[in-house]
């Protein structure tokens, strides 16, 4: 099969969805494999490193998606990129179609077959594809969220993991998962007062073993009110797979909230979980409402590409060579990751969002 590596266009977007290493191993496999003229270069990976083990540059977008069956790429196609795309194309990447109806009307009007990496799921209901971006962005939310309650940066200057004489700083997380737990876990570790509200008792018990600093909660509406109240920081990670994230902070919870506070949604991709979330970019990350700064880029992984290239190219680069294979409509965990497939909208989760 011929397989194609775009270079990534969204704002500040310098990943890569595939390394040398693993796009050599698809060459070893008998594959032809495209990648485009330094699709790489900003995640540490320059073209030479590719031509070395077989892969074909591409010199631009358009010859790369003119040679390409398999299209696999980091974030959904933006902008010139969707008219490139092709019915016999096979698109294989983030895609986050409930919070984006246009770009999912265009990939069903064009025809195309595609499978979006979050909502590759495993029989225990694992998102193995999901799973080490949700990691990075939960860290990336704490270490930024830290930073935004700095005064230079308009916050109420409050150190979040205190220090004898002070008291600590307060970090509400609202989702216990792979990007909540690990906002809290790092939060928790430079000495914050952490409370995270999930709704498994088994998630709670994994999260109140973080550290004596937290506390994992159950989201009854009052409660959440009473902590997002007192919180300095609140960090968004609510996840239905697939579908449009649940709003949980209103706008009333926000206005609660002390002036220089800060909040960070994670959950954005999937349309936000903050009643007051609108996405940003890396250019403009934040934005103020009712005297609290919000941070909602929709690809925060991206600032730190070189890590994250390695930890998305070792995710699903077994997944690619089963795509390659052409036997991959024998995977049940690919099958339930089709969104769009014979000019529908194919997931479950996507039958409510009207396209047209």
Known sequence: ?????????????????LGPAAAGDLVNAGHEVWIEHDAGTR????????????VKIAPDAAA????????????????????????????FCYLHLAAAPELARSLVETGLTAVAFETVELED??????????????RIAAQVGA?????????????LGGLPSTGRGKAVVLGGGQAGGSAAALLSAVGAEVVVFEKRLDRMDTLMRLGHNVTALYPYQDVLAREVAQADLVVGAVLIPGARAP????????????????????SIDQGGCFETSRPTTWDEPTFVEHGV?????????????????????????PWVDVLASGQWRDNPALLRGINVEDGKLAHPALRDLSPA
């Open 1 to 17: 099969m011929r397989i194609g590596v775009p270079r990534e266009t969204k704002t500040a977007e310098a990943r890569v969805a």
């Open 43 to 54: 995640a540490g990976h320059p073209d030479e490193a590719y031509a070395r083990l077989g």
């Open 64 to 91: 790369l998606y003119e040679k390409a069956q398999l299209v696999v790429k980091v974030k959904e196609p933006v902008g010139g990129e969707v008219a490139l795309l092709r019915r016999d194309h096979l698109l």
């Open 125 to 138: 209901g694992s998102l193995p594809l999901l799973a080490p971006m949700s990691v990075i962005a939960g």
């Open 147 to 159: 930073t935004l309650l700095h005064a230079p940066n308009g916050g109420k200057g409050r150190l």
């Open 247 to 266: 709003r949980v902070l209103t706008r009333p919870m926000l206005e609660a909230m002390e002036e220089g506070g800060a909040v960070i949604d994670i």
């Open 293 to 317: 700064t919000h941070f909602c880029v929709t690809n925060m992984p991206a600032s730190v590409p070189q890590t994250a290239s390695q930890a998305i190219c070792a995710a699903i680069a």
